[in-house]
């Protein structure tokens, strides 16, 4: 192979370039290439950044954040042109001249253009889904307002110029939203675009407040005037996209954002890094539902005398069905009855933030009590969605880029509508109940995302941290959560193990959802039943997660494909390990369900959990090769 060591090669600009001159905040974080790879790896992503600005600033590549992506036909073409190239100039590297790792990361940016190269020839939401654009639009200014990566200046400086070109964004949106031949604009996608698009003047409103209170600041007292003239520009551009999206595009909106069985599995196979297919999935998580609510029926046939001593318990003492290992009737009701008694003890709206601060802490101390993993030593902020996001529901974890140090992460939690009649917001309280709260803690903080993000953003690799799979990412929060419940945390308190074993069926049937839906024809009745019925979730919950399934697409696989995943590669872990202490695979079975093993012998749990996290955000079948030895690049805590 021969040795790169070159000007980079730019992203080809517009033949006039329409962005004024920008200093950018720029610090090393990148260091000097040394390897053929390297060198190929930095131009790559001088070209790449420049290319999807947006997902720079995400990333912590703040060169571009005064920029919009360029969504016209030229841009697109222009985007297609350079991620065939870069795929080009990747494959063509021998594998002879590259490490284990830069081999691994050689496949990884492989599949990672192949998946754009989809997005950008094949799926073209830019052209069908109108939520597109309002959710650039809202990470484009939230990402340079919520980050305090660099002075309000700079940050400042950037947010004034996305708003003066805003009014292109808006342009291509009139230019794309056209539908495609086998797909029309979504009017599903339409309208929650409406809905969320009230969130951005809220964004503007509260950069203009910042740009205010740091009148005074030597360096920022010239911003304040800057935004006065940048504002009006920017709203005009929101009013028009607004009325477009009311008048054009709603009136002729006949989609409803399925994607059809054949785009479905190609998409799935982007995402998932996997050749598994819908049909699979849907087997393998229908197996899994069957096994999950089995052992709920169980553990519900247990705590029936602590929450309805009163009460019979229906339908005898259930022998019959554990041993077939399914629910009956009468265990379905038992579940349900117990899970309603629990679901009582739960918080009033204003008190949510307050209660998810302290539960964070008291999982934290059960943490670093029982040495499970290595704590992160960034700030965590609680706070509530913001709005351009509420529509995707409960709650998430805004994570710093790869690249940005000692930034803090936000864990946003979704509250009810102010607008809600009090049914509904006790439908929603009941679903995010006390103990459903303390598990969605785990699951976005610790040691769920907040944790994995912290140790993925020290990976070496920023191939594995920038490029990071959503399958690893999602299934290890949920893959985490039983580990919890197996190094003993809640022990005593069956009813969270209860709730947890709900909180992971959902996950299941996610999967179930987003196959019968994009690759199926699954029914708003059908989705309902099979999530009230199937999965024990109130109403509130179901619906909300019925919007989201149709707004998103294969992403509420990503929970249980990775957390099956995840599951396959600790067995293989404790089989060798028992292989090469005198023992026989044998002696690691088959989990009832998943987890359950705890230390089984001398097996190094810490270290394998740190081993899992110690990547990056690779996929994980990625991850499998690098954990069972042949690579060495790690991060340390």
Request: proline share 7%.
């Amino acid at each position: 192979m021969s040795v790169v060591n070159r000007p980079a090669e730019p992203y080809p600009p517009p033949p006039r370039d329409r962005y004024e001159p920008f200093e950018p905040y720029v610090f090393d974080y990148r260091p000097t290439p040394i390897t053929p790879f390297e060198y190929e790896l930095r131009d790559f992503f001088d070209a790449f950044f420049l290319a999807y600005p947006v997902l720079a600033t995400q990333v912590g590549d703040h060169r571009f954040d005064n920029r919009w992506p360029d969504l016209s036909g030229t841009g697109r073409l222009a985007r297609i042109a350079l991620l065939r190239r870069w795929r080009a100039r990747f494959a063509a590297l021998a594998d002879l001249g590259l490490t284990p790792d830069e081999r691994v990361d050689r496949q990884i940016l492989l599949e990672t253009l192949d998946g754009y190269l989809f997005e950008e020839e094949a799926l073209r939401e830019e052209t069908w889904n109108p939520l597109f654009y309002v959710e650039l639009i809202g990470n484009g200014f939230f990402l340079l307002l919520a980050r305090e990566y660099a002075p309000w200046h700079h940050r400042g400086e950037a947010f004034v110029r996305r708003l003066r070109h805003l009014p292109e964004v808006v342009a291509a949106a009139r230019e794309n939203l056209l539908g495609m031949p086998d797909r029309p604009v979504s009017r599903l996608h339409a309208e929650t675009a409406l809905r969320q698009l009230a969130g951005i003047p809220e964004l503007i409103d509260e950069a203009v407040r910042v740009a205010d209170a740091n009148r005074y600041d030597e360096d920022a007292f010239r911003l304040p005037p800057r935004f006065a003239d940048a504002v009006p520009i920017a709203r005009s551009a929101l009013d028009d996209l607004r009325a477009y999206l009311e008048h054009d595009v709603l009136p002729r909106a006949r989609g409803e954002g399925r994607l059809g069985p054949e785009l479905f599995a190609r998409k799935l196979r982007h995402v998932l890094a996997s050749d598994l297919t819908p049909e699979q999935l849907r087997e393998r998580a229908t197996r899994d539902a069957a096994s999950v609510r089995a052992e709920m029926a169980r553990l519900a046939r247990q705590l029936w005398p602590t929450w309805l001593a009163d009460e019979p318990l229906p339908g005898g003492d259930g022998a019959d069905a554990e041993a077939a290992g399914r629910a009956s009737v009468a265990d379905d009701l038992i579940v349900r009855r117990v899970l309603d008694a629990i679901a009582r003890e739960h918080r009033r709206p204003a008190e949510l933030l307050d209660y998810c601060t302290r539960e964070v802490a008291r999982i934290e101390r059960f943490v670093r009590r029982n040495q499970m993993i290595g704590l992160p030593r960034e700030p965590l902020e609680l706070t509530w969605t913001p709005t351009y996001m509420r529509a995707f529901g409960g709650a998430f974890l805004d994570p710093p880029g790869p690249l940005e140090k000692g930034q803090k992460s936000l864990f946003w939690i979704t509250p009810p509508g102010d607008d809600w009649p009090p049914d509904r917001v006790e439908s929603y309280l009941r679903e995010n109940n006390d103990r459903m709260l303390r598990l969605l803690c785990i699951h976005e903080a610790i040691p769920g995302h907040y944790l994995q993000s912290f140790w993925s953003n020290r990976c070496p690799s920023l191939v594995r941290s920038a490029f990071a799979s959503g399958t690893f990412i999602e299934g290890w929060a949920v893959y985490i959560t039983q580990s919890m419940m197996d190094v003993g945390y809640g022990r005593r308190d069956p009813a969270l193990l209860l709730t947890h074993w709900k909180f992971y069926l959902r996950s299941i049937i996610n999967a179930l959802l987003d196959v019968g839906i994009h690759a199926g024809s699954l029914t708003e009745d059908e989705a309902l039943r099979l999530m009230v019925e199937g999965g024990y979730q109130e109403e509130e919950e179901a619906r909300a997660k019925w919007l989201r399934a149709r707004l998103t697409s294969t992403q509420l696989s990503t929970y249980y494909a990775g957390s099956a995943e995840l599951w396959d590669l600790e067995i293989e872990a404790r089989r060798r390990w028992a292989e090469s202490h005198g023992g026989r695979r044998e002696d690691v079975p088959d989990p009832r369900v998943v987890g359950g093993y705890g230390d089984i012998g001398d097996f190094d749990y810490r270290g394998h959990l740190e081993a899992l996290v110690a990547h990056g955000s690779p996929p994980v079948r990625w991850l499998r090769r690098i954990v069972l030895g042949e690579t060495a690049v790690r991060a340390r805590a």
